[in-house]
């Protein structure tokens, strides 16, 4: 291992030429400890100030630490032999994490190369007692002496080695009693609110006063705009790319550094947003403890980790009304809840999305009570809703779904009607929020073009001041002046282009169109223009939950809204499902179809009666067809008496079947029949009626040879034999 640089050989501190008094018990000490073999290797003296700030202050106390090489000469080292370490100078000795010097002392004492440790005291070697014991325990193994004023110890000897383990034990004790009384200090000063650090965003400090808002305006309005905004766009997210697009600039002012307490303007990013938003100073209260120190989450090497920020209600101390507030504190209660619904979470609403999902966040299942979940999905990207928790944490089976309009269209029509009556007042408050918005924006242009002329009139002040000989200097504050002038005129031309595309105030013609849109809600709300983002946060704004629940397996949907103010209303409506069995009305609807089959209607009037009367197939949006209504009687094996013009007499010949009759003998599809009449493999003509049905010529012969095509291996598809049996046997020998 490397000697720290500032490891010498002999001390080198001023203090340490001034004349040395050993204490006469150590040297009293030397026959008993001292042996030959701690003579035959170094001495190492450890000298160590806990702050820069002591090493420049506390002199005296350094001075006796390298004094503590006259003292390892004096017990028999030559001069020569003696060490001083002190690369810790300036360091806590709260851990060895970072302390090159004690760790270079360790190194040596592993290698056996340490005779006699010597320290002013026990703190300056370790002030933590799980550092303590190991360096102790090292010096038994290697049969090395530790030593400091008070006296000679032997850490294999077992009264030495107790003396020691009480001096760290101590020593720890001193740093716990040091660190109680300054915490204690700061916390009776802080439950007074006069205790404050640096200053928030939009604050400055002043000297005896605590926390006042930013003189400057721009900064003030900032942060109004930020908190004005977060109503409006309801979201983190939102709010940043609002600024961004705006090109407003968050002012701060830094900490540290050169350009310390100046204003800098600089681009608006999520972790500042976030704790301007989460912080209270904002509503006017003084906090004080909000971060603690989790040792779990603390990284080796890395001083900041571990720190866990505390809720405002959590803190040490929370004072309302003692700074002066941008926000009223029920302002910044509704901030923090919104900011808890928006988290990615299942028991948490979330932001607002951009799918065209109304309810995402806010729909609740009537059965188990788990929020639901938004797919999409198909060749047209529908929306369905469904509750799939204990499906994905228990693989239990899904517990129920619904496609996503039919719920998103009910809905809609409340939000609709609950917002009819108050049409005007939306009229005004639409307009009001316009003008507020734009007037927000144009002072804030204002501001930044006042700023840049403020900048090019101190360049030109500075580059006047200047004698015209030196060169040296004029030349750098004319490019800065130039700089100014290019900004300014940048900003200039860009608050004309602003201007003209948003003026200061709504038009009449602009004021119109509001009043136009507010009195036809319906049209604004399914305009193009209108998002589904914005159609989500008008939901939301007025309905606080919405929970469904589906009868068994059937279309029927119990719909319950609770609304914002406790008041729940009841709906129901019918969802559309896969299969008629899943109809609570399918009884009813085959009964009403033999009704109609026995009076001799045909498919196509029985379809037209059922959509008369309300029927519908388990699809809502479709409606009943002969082909749908064939394809159904012929899965149930439902054919009913045959029409009139069908089951008349001389209608159908000897071995004529009708085509669905024939299907249903031969046990295949009515689709695969259609295709061998097209392709020519069977004997075919189409019925004189207006339903125009099929009939097939299939005796006993044609019936067998139909089977055996269906039986037919795929593979002989081009094979003679397969060729032979695809023609149909000549009606003329029968």
């Known amino acids: 291992m490397n000697i720290p640089d500032s490891t010498s050989a002999s001390p080198t501190h001023s203090a340490a030429t001034r ?43 350094t001075a006796r630490q390298y004094a503590l090489a006259e003292v390892a000469v004096a017990l028999g080292w030559p001069r020569d032999r003696v060490e001083v370490v002190d690369a810790d100078q300036g360091r806590t000795a709260q851990t060895v994490e970072g302390r090159r010097g004690i760790q270079y002392i360790l190194a040596e004492l592993s290698l056996d190369h340490v005779g006699i440790l010597l320290g002013q005291d026990a703190s300056r070697l370790a002030r933590h007692d799980p550092d303590w014991v190991p360096m102790v325990r090292s010096c038994g193994l290697f049969r090395a002496l530790l030593g400091d004023y008070d006296g000679l110890y032997d850490p294999t000897d077992f009264n030495d080695r107790l003396l020691l383990g009480m001096k760290g034990i101590m020593s720890e004790a001193e740093l716990h009693f040091l660190r109680t009384r300054m915490h204690e200090g700061r916390l009776n000063k802080a439950r007074r609110g006069e205790l404050f650090n640096h200053a928030p965003l939009g604050y400055v400090r002043e000297p005896g006063r605590g926390l006042a808002l930013d003189p400057d305006e721009q900064a003030r309005e900032v942060v109004r705009i930020v908190f004005d905004q977060f109503d409006r766009q309801g979201s983190l997210h939102g709010l940043l790319r609002y600024l961004v697009h705006h090109g407003i600039r968050l002012p701060v002012r830094p900490h540290s550094g050169p350009d310390r307490g100046k204003l800098e303007w600089r681009r608006p990013n999520r972790e500042t947003l976030q704790n301007v938003l989460h912080h209270p100073v904002y509503a006017g209260y003084y906090r004080h403890g909000c971060r603690t120190l989790d040792p779990r989450r603390k990284v080796p090497g890395r001083p900041g980790t571990g720190r866990t920020i505390n809720k405002p209600e959590d803190c040490a101390v929370l004072l309302e009304g003692r700074c002066p507030a941008y926000i009223t504190p029920e302002r910044f209660r509704a901030n923090q809840e919104r900011l808890a619904a928006n988290r990615a979470r299942s028991d948490a609403k979330g932001a607002v999305r951009q799918g065209p999902s109304l309810l995402g966040g806010i729909l609740r299942c009537g059965r188990c009570g788990q929020r639901m979940m938004v797919t999409y999905g198909g060749p047209a990207n529908r929306l369905r809703y469904y509750c799939a928790r ?24 409340q939000v609709l009607a609950a917002l009819e009556p108050a049409a005007l007042e939306l009229d005004l408050a639409a307009a009001d929020d ?51 002038l290019k900004e300014q005129r940048r900003l200039e031309e860009e608050y004309a282009r602003f201007d003209r595309d948003q003026p200061r105030s709504l038009s009449a013609c602009e004021r119109e169109q509001i009043r136009a849109l507010a009195r036809d809600l319906p049209a604004l709300w399914h305009a193009p223009a209108t998002t589904s983002a914005d159609r989500q946060r008008i939901v939301r704004l007025m309905i606080e939950e919405v929970v469904v629940t589906v009868r068994g397996n059937s279309e029927c949907v119990d719909v319950n809204i609770q609304w914002d103010g406790s008041f729940t209303s009841g709906h129901a409506l019918e969802r559309p499902v896969q299969c008629y069995q899943q109809m609570a009305g399918y009884a009813m609807l085959l009964g009403r179809i033999d009704e109609l089959r026995e009076a001799g209607r045909t498919l196509a009037e029985v379809a037209e009666q059922l959509n008369c009367e309300g029927f519908h197939p388990p699809k809502r949006s479709a409606r009943f067809t002969s082909v749908i209504l064939g394809s159904l009687l012929a899965k149930r094996g439902r054919t009913g008496p045959r029409p009139r013009a069908v089951s008349g007499p001389g209608v159908l010949g000897e071995h004529e079947w009708l085509l669905t009759d024939l299907a249903r003998e031969l046990k295949m599809p009515q689709a695969t029949l259609h295709r061998w009449i097209r392709v020519g493999w069977v004997h075919a003509r189409k019925l004189p009626t207006p339903g125009g049905q099929w009939v097939i010529w299939a005796d006993a012969e044609e019936r067998e040879r139909m089977t055996r095509i269906r ?16 023609k149909p046997k000549s009606r003329d020998s029968e």
């Open 390 to 413: 204990a499906m994905v944490e228990y693989a239990a089976p899904l517990c129920q779904g619904l496609a996503g309009s039919v719920l998103d269209d009910l809905v809609a029509a």
């Open 711 to 726: 039986t037919c291996p795929r593979g002989w598809s081009h094979s003679d034999a397969f060729a032979n049996i695809t």
């Open 434 to 484: 316009l003008d507020q918005e734009r007037g927000q924006l144009h002072r804030n242009w204002r501001q930044r073009v006042e700023r840049a002329r403020f900048e090019a009139e101190r360049a030109r002040r500075q580059y006047d001041a200047v004698e015209p000989e030196n060169r040296l200097v004029l030349r750098e504050l004319e490019r800065r002046w130039e700089e100014a």
């Open 19 to 61: 004349p040395v008094i050993v204490p006469a018990h150590l040297l009293a000490l030397r026959p008993a400890k001292v042996r030959d073999h701690h003579l035959d290797r170094k001495a190492i003296v450890y000298v160590r100030q806990s702050s820069p700030q002591q090493v420049a202050e506390h002199k005296e106390s």
